[in-house]
């Protein structure tokens, strides 16, 4: 691991890998020991000289900032100001490939500068701190994710794209939270099994909605795992009123009680448009800042955790997204330091599971403009 580039404090994060499957088999990744750094908050005046200076070398660079929900606001605030992106995973690369400026920074965790990269890879792809990463990219080494894929040999690869390169190089499909349905459906129509990656209560959820044949690997996210059902219950006897927005990476109990679920974009279009003016959130407490920032007039309430004093360990905000910081993207803008590289050849496999997600969700959303009901051809695997 890098030393840190400003100074900051750390915060050790205890991620456990389940030791079985859902079958109760061992599961070949056991333990991970992971840890964040946590930039201290600059004081109003550095804030606002960063922030001067990052404008101004954004410009001198030919430079763009992607920045996913979850970062700090200032980051957030900052992509949009000076014509970048704030989006999800796979928009924050797909915008960077289209966009003209030839530097790219990812104010996000390490799978999504590889994801830009990929998409990307005649640009210099940067990030504020390399060393943040996340739970579900942790939690699925390639060897012993390309040993499951081997005990399956008849099943339809499909990763999340919370993964490393290496592990969607080794897939048939790529899928985000917003298209992971429609994409399983149709490999379901088509008569193909899948195995599904890496996180389970996703996999889940999408089996529950297909009734796909599925077979998981054993994976969460640190935060989303952390929403408690019974807790949930008790929060909306206090607010009766309130809609409840849920991540499907949360457990079932919790998507249960949900009245939306879906992916980020899909939380912030049912909280325009759902007949409330209280949610109650299960999702990354990053989103609340683009909750409140399109909805000044309604209320948004985090959905619980096990709390500070239990057992929480992200406490509904992943600690690697808080690693993003004004210093550190100042500072790589400055020196080019904390390139993103991904093997050219590892690059072009990871792609192509990248390009037929992307192919498919295009002709999808042209045959939705064109009033067409045929779900998109699927193509080869």
Request: glycine share 6%; charged share 20%.
């Amino acid at each position: 691991m890098q030393a840190s580039a400003t100074p900051a404090s750390t915060i050790n994060v205890d991620y456990e890998q389940p030791e079985t499957d859902r079958a109760g088999e061992p599961h070949a990744c056991s333990t991970h020991h992971a840890w964040a750094r946590v930039p201290v908050e600059p004081a109003p005046t550095e804030r606002a000289a960063l922030k001067d200076k990052i404008r101004r070398l954004l410009k001198e660079k030919n430079a763009v900032m992607v920045s996913h929900y979850y970062v700090h606001p200032d980051l957030q605030d900052l992509a949009e100001e000076t014509g970048g992106i704030v989006s999800d995973s796979l928009e924050m690369a797909r915008f960077g490939r289209d966009h003209a400026a030839q530097t790219l920074v990812v104010s996000g965790v390490r799978f999504m500068g590889e994801t830009a990269k990929i998409l990307s890879p005649e640009k210099r792809v940067l990030m504020p701190d390399l060393d943040a990463t996340c739970s579900l990219d942790l939690g699925c080494p390639v060897q012993e994710f390309s040993a499951f894929c081997d005990a399956h040999p008849d099943r339809t690869v499909v990763v999340y794209a919370n993964t490393s390169a290496a592990v969607k190089a080794r897939a048939d499909w790529l899928v985000t939270s917003s298209c992971a349905l429609d994409i399983v459906r149709a490999l379901k129509d088509q008569g193909q099994k899948i195995l599904w990656a890496p996180d389970r209560h996703l996999g889940g959820y999408i089996q529950r909605e297909t009734g796909a044949d599925m077979v998981f690997w054993n994976g969460a996210c640190i935060v989303h795992d952390e929403f408690k059902a019974f807790e949930l219950e008790a929060l909306k006897k206090e607010h009766p009123k309130a809609k409840v927005l849920v991540h499907p990476e949360s457990p079932a109990d919790v998507v249960a009680l949900a009245d939306a679920v879906g992916s980020t974009s899909a939380i912030l279009n049912a909280a325009r448009t759902l007949d409330a003016t209280e949610f109650i959130v299960a999702t990354d407490n990053g989103m609340m800042h683009k909750l409140r920032t399109l909805n000044p007039g309604k209320v948004f309430i985090e959905a619980p955790t096990a709390g500070n004093s239990a057992t929480c360990k992200s406490c509904a905000h992943c600690p690697w997204m808080a690693m993003n910081g004004l210093a550190g993207l100042a500072q790589v803008l400055e020196t080019g330091a904390n390139e993103i590289h991904v093997d050219p050849a590892l690059g072009l496999l990871a792609r192509r599971p990248i390009d037929r997600m992307l192919a498919f969700t295009a002709a999808q959303k042209q045959q939705a403009l064109a009033g067409s009901h045929l779900r998109p051809h699927l193509g080869a695997a």
